[in-house]
């Protein structure tokens, strides 16, 4: 073991100056030396280990406001809280809604495609069949296609991953 692993750092405000003072007028022993760096370097690595997401700041930051300012820091993450949710929600119906509108005017399309080809098989069997395959080609492409390339796209993301 090191001498350096041995010195405990400091954390003591008043300390911590009275060493860089003693670095700055050039008075420091080398046991002092070594606590300042020992003492700066605990310092370092606590500051970058410290992270923070969120729409908060970290408690003991929020703390240091008033109380007036802390519940106006509070309040706009709940609002923007609140914000996010109503677009995720409304973005969620307008793709529900999407979804559904297409459906009913596929189902729409495909009987009128069908009620076309009962109507021309009285004069053509032959154009009744052609206009009834082109509507179930139709409406296969149009329902099972996405499906299946979402699928696909799913399938793939999952092999760039592994």
């Known amino acids: 073991m090191d001498a350096e692993s041995q010195i405990v750092p400091t954390r003591d405000p008043l300390e911590l100056d009275s060493l860089y003072r003693g670095l700055e007028t050039g008075t420091l022993s080398s046991p002092e030396q070594q606590r300042l760096a020992v003492s700066t370097r605990a310092l370092l690595m606590a500051e970058v280990r410290e992270t923070?997401?969120?729409?908060?700041?970290?408690?003991?930051?929020?703390?240091?406001?008033?109380?007036?300012?802390?519940?106006?820091?509070?309040?706009?993450?709940?609002?923007?809280?609140?914000?996010?949710?109503q677009m995720q929600a409304k973005s969620l119906d307008g793709a529900i809604w999407k979804d559904r509108r297409g459906q009913v005017f596929g189902?729409?399309?495909?009987l009128t495609g069908l009620l076309v080809a009962g109507f021309v098989a009285?004069?053509?069997?032959?154009?009744?069949?052609?206009?009834?395959?082109?509507?179930?080609?139709?409406?296969?492409?149009?329902f099972v296609a996405?499906?299946?390339l979402e699928g696909l796209?799913?399938?793939?993301?999952?092999?760039?991953?592994?």
């Open 52 to 85: 923070h997401i969120g729409p908060l700041p970290p408690a003991d930051l929020l703390n240091r406001y008033d109380e007036t300012t802390r519940q106006i820091i509070v309040q706009m993450a709940v609002d923007e809280q609140r914000h996010t949710h």
């Open 107 to 110: 189902l729409l399309i495909a």
């Open 122 to 142: 009285t004069f053509s069997p032959t154009a009744a069949a052609v206009i009834g395959s082109i509507d179930l080609l139709g409406m296969v492409a149009l």
């Open 146 to 148: 996405p499906r299946v």
């Open 153 to 162: 796209g799913r399938a793939s993301k999952t092999d760039s991953e592994s």
